[in-house]
């Protein structure tokens, strides 16, 4: 299954979404979610666990010949938004390459054995899984489903 964006896609073009990239291991991992699905949330609780902030709530992907690199834009670059906190100063890196993508979901809309999706951005496929942020188990599942798209695509 795939789900493709509406951009006409054409190469060396750049989109900015709506979501928070975080790199696990140097690989670029995109959440999406509605306001309050928890991306920062996660992406805080991959950062304590070692990996590093790309982006926070605005991504920017420039396709790079048959990949997606991740960056932020330069006015949000360092910064993430922890509810309670404010914006606060993380361990950051400038870009990543995308190797995956978590949308972030309600329990129920989970499924137990699911099949292998995809999304489309700037003409290229990426993996995506739906994970819920508040399980306990969710960063756990992030780096395992990051490091088994690397294995898969030869990293």
């Known amino acids: 299954m795939n789900e493709a964006d509406a ?9 900015d979404i709506q979501g928070t990239c975080v790199a696990v291991d140097g690989a670029g991992v995109l959440l999406r979610g509605s306001s309050g699905s ?51 100063a993380v361990p950051h890196i400038a870009r990543a390459p995308l190797v995956l993508i978590v949308d972030l979901v309600a329990p129920e809309a989970i499924e137990r054995l699911p099949e292998a999706i995809t999304h489309n951005y700037l003409g290229l496929t990426v993996p995506l899984i739906r994970l819920n942020a508040f399980e306990a ?14 294995q898969d695509s030869g990293g």
């Open 7 to 15: 951009q006409d896609p054409t190469p060396n073009q750049t989109a």
């Open 137 to 150: 188990s969710a960063p756990a599942k992030v780096r395992l489903a990051a490091r088994h798209v690397g």
């Open 38 to 88: 928890g991306k920062s949330d996660l992406a805080l609780r991959l950062i304590d666990g070692g990996a590093f902030l790309v982006a926070d709530d605005l991504t920017r992907l420039v396709r790079e010949g048959e990949g997606l690199v991740a960056l932020a834009p330069e006015r949000l670059a360092g910064r993430i938004e922890a509810r309670g906190l404010g914006i606060v």
